[in-house]
């Protein structure tokens, strides 16, 4: 039975990063392809993230754009911050389980296929005034 869990809920929920962000799992796309799109926005302005990422011809970055507008919502909606004032404080992308799958080979032997999923994570911040 947990003990003090409504002192330790409020106490998590006051330490919590009041910061916006997004989230999306279980995306299809491996990891290493992604960290190559979402290397291209980190640090830099949202309207300026959002203009990169709809001009770059690689299959994730439709994926994370639709993430980053995702925590600009967030900003706006839920903790009242202005989209002008938004940077892109941290951006990355883990690896998901991983789907096996075989392939038939010659004499009856079969080869592994890994496909991989990701988490895609986008946390925003405001610029110091």
Known sequence: MATRSKV????????????????AKYIRISPRKVKIVIDLI???????????????????????????NSAIANAENNLEMNRKDLYVAEVYANPGPTLKRYIARSRGSASPILKRTSHISVVLDQKEA
């Open 8 to 23: 330790k809920t409020a106490a998590r929920r006051e330490n919590a990063d009041k910061r916006p962000q997004a989230h």
């Open 42 to 68: 980190r640090g830099k302005d949202a309207e300026e993230a959002q203009a990169i990422l709809k001009f770059t011809p690689k299959a994730a970055a439709p994926v994370v754009l639709k993430v980053l």
